[in-house]
């Protein structure tokens, strides 16, 4: 174990984080470790991951000097934030800047952050089409991310952006599946229209991450995106239909509408869809289907990805 590079993991017991630590152990040959932390090494996702092989290591990514400990004598760190605990873009700059100080005091050579693109480049504050949030973001889950990416380069951090996209894991943890109506007909409802939406399985996030440490230095300094598929939401009903043997329709609502529905997070998802929907083109252009499979050869699709999970979607 020590011979090999130790992959210091945010978020280890979480979706993206996990599947990097599960894609390191599966790989006995690759040359690497992973050091799984996690604010409770006692729990029983870290437990799992510690019978696997993991070494896990106890931090709070609230506090800078347990993260510098955590990253110590770690060759890579997977860094990332989780938006939907606590919804403050406030607080996701503050983790992101803690981490970026963590990995440049740790003298790590190669980290990874978690990013997505930061919206008001596309559509500043000062256009209408879309409300602004919090004074001062369009898709406030986005943005702060988009926006973090400046600690990393400003500290000097050998660092590879990694822009994610939509979860498939979201219609299991989100409730964002297929809804029976009181007619008895399940429906899907975005507010996408016709167009496409970039997804794909948190699973395949970690282990894309896992290919980009593989591939180690020329990745340093570049920005890769990643999806498993671009679907419409008409194609993401169909596959529905296929895997639970049931009609489902797709029920493409106007994003206001969709901001409307009052769910905590409900105007950050409306408007996210609604940018990535209006710049598909940019959006979906930069995640490459199979420059993500070169990185993880085992991508996914989302029928893939509903054989093995369609009977965990909650269906209302």
Known sequence: MSEKKIIAVIGATGAQGGGLVRAILADTEGGFAARAITRDAGSEKARELAALGAEVVEADIDDVESIKRAFSGAYGA???TFFWAHFSPAQELKEAADMAAAAKAAGVHHVI????????????????????????????HYDAKGEANHFFTDAGVPTTMLQTSFYWDNFIHFGMGPQRGEDGKLTLTFPTGDGRI??????DIGACA?????????????????????????????????????DVAFNPVPPAVYRS?????????GNMFQFTTEFEAEYCGVRDIEATRRLNPALKSFDEWLAVNASSVPIA
């Open 78 to 80: 997977f860094c990332v």
């Open 113 to 140: 952050w978690s990013t997505l693109e930061d919206s008001r480049r596309f559509i500043p504050l000062s256009d209408d089409r879309m409300p602004t949030l919090g004074e001062h973001y369009k898709v406030p």
């Open 261 to 269: 529905f009052g769910f905590p997070g409900a105007d950050d998802l």
């Open 210 to 246: 896992y290919g980009v440490f593989k591939a180690g230095e020329p990745m340093i300094g570049t920005t890769v995106s990643i999806a498993g598929e671009h679907l419409t939401g008409s194609q993401l009903a169909a596959g529905f239909t296929r895997a639970l043997g049931e």
């Open 198 to 203: 970039a997804g794909i399985a948190s699973e």
